[in-house]
């Protein structure tokens, strides 16, 4: 699964041209910047969300969509409750509500199930909390890998547990948080589920080694005018 992390609509539907590219993923701080602000109300992001959960409905190159609830279990749900409203016209939609590490929150996961949503618990960086994730009905957990290679020199061994739980658990383990293309490779290890900024999905078939073998294989015939 190859998404693109933004909240920009125009940035969403460029980046649905790349190649693989079957959806986005969004939280906050993406949701603020697309709306050029620093903070945004409650009512204002709920708002932006569902206009993307509107426009996702109409776009069948978008299969999976991942939304952040924020607030209280009792607020994330009824948050969750209008984005499923949204898309009940659209088929072979995934709406993934974002969840982050707190007894509250994973509460909700039985929940969302029921609403036929599935669940994403982000911003994880131990295996304890992969654990608890799983144990609690979650579909997967998403681990910003750019931030947790810059500030934990045993990056790769926490990453391994994590996996290894999500795996053993067969759900999905999302990575994102990438600073650049060298960084996705390095994620590839661990999951084939990623999640990238437009700038670095961009980069993703970039090698100077193809473009010598293109550009000699572009010399042998003449079929340029």
């Not at 948050?79 to 949204?86: N, R, S």
Request: aromatic content about 6%.
């Amino acid at each position: 699964m190859l998404l693109v992390d933004s909240a920009d609509q125009q940035a969403i539907l460029h980046a649905l041209q790349f190649p693989g590219v079957r959806g986005f993923t969004t939280n906050p701080t993406l949701m603020a910047r697309a709306a050029g602000v620093d903070v945004l109300s409650l009512d204002k992001y709920v708002g932006a969300a569902r206009k993307l959960c509107k426009m996702s409905a109409d776009i069948g190159s978008i299969r999976h969509l991942m939304i952040q609830t924020v607030g209280d279990a009792d607020n994330a749900l009824r948050q969750a409750a209008l984005y499923v409203d949204d898309l009940k016209s659209a088929r072979d939609k995934n709406l993934w509500i974002k969840l982050t590490p707190t007894p509250a929150s994973l509460a909700c996961c039985p929940a969302l199930t029921d609403m036929g949503c599935a669940s994403l618990v982000t911003a994880v960086f131990t295996a304890a909390q992969a654990y608890v994730a799983m144990e609690a009905g979650a579909d997967g957990v998403a681990v910003y890998l750019g931030r947790l290679m810059r500030l934990e020199s045993d990056w790769e061994k926490k990453l391994e547990s994590i996996a290894a739980i999500v795996k053993s658990a067969e759900r999905t383990l999302l990575l994102a948080s990438f600073p650049d293309r060298h960084a996705v490779e390095l994620g590839l290890r661990y999951s084939r589920d990623v999640t990238a900024p437009p700038a670095v999905l961009a980069e993703l078939l970039e090698s100077s080694l193809s473009r010598e073998a293109i550009n000699a294989f572009d010399e042998k015939v003449a079929w340029k005018r």
